[in-house]
């Protein structure tokens, strides 16, 4: 059984949470936490929680032990963007482009693969 957990609108690049999501992709949820403890990028605190959330929703609605769940997909979708004006010498105005990213992690029993 397949069960994810989603975060929306978090203030960080897609390009930059991609990279960590990408690492935790066929791994135990356990080992998956393990490696995002470690990681220095920041988008990992995010994508860390995501993950602890799979693995309660799956304990809690679907009577899944978390030792058997595997994260099967995990993903940094683009968001909204924040479009503020920074102004500049002479009276112009530049763009300031601030990101969010909605981020999935799907975790399954290990089991059933």
Same mark, same amino acid.
């Given at each position: ?10 203030? $960080?690049?897609?390009?930059?949470? $991609?990279? !960590? ?7 135990s949820v356990g080992d998956a936490a393990a =490696? ?8 990992? $605190? ?24 595997? !994260? ?23 763009? =300031?482009h601030k990101p969010m990213t909605h981020v999935? !992690?799907?975790?399954?029993?290990r089991e059933v693969r």
């Open positions: 059984m397949r069960v994810s957990a989603t975060a929306k609108y978090i203030r $960080r690049s897609t390009r930059k949470t $991609r990279l !960590v999501t990408q690492v935790i992709v066929g791994r =490696i995002l403890r470690f990681m220095p990028q920041g988008a990992a $605190r995010d994508v860390a929680k995501v993950l602890k959330s799979a693995a309660a929703n799956a304990e809690n609605n679907h009577d899944l032990s978390p030792e058997d769940l595997v !994260v099967v997909r995990a993903t940094a979708d683009e968001g909204p963007t924040l479009k503020r004006w920074r102004p500049r010498a002479q009276g112009r105005a530049f763009p =300031i999935t !992690v799907v975790v399954e029993d």
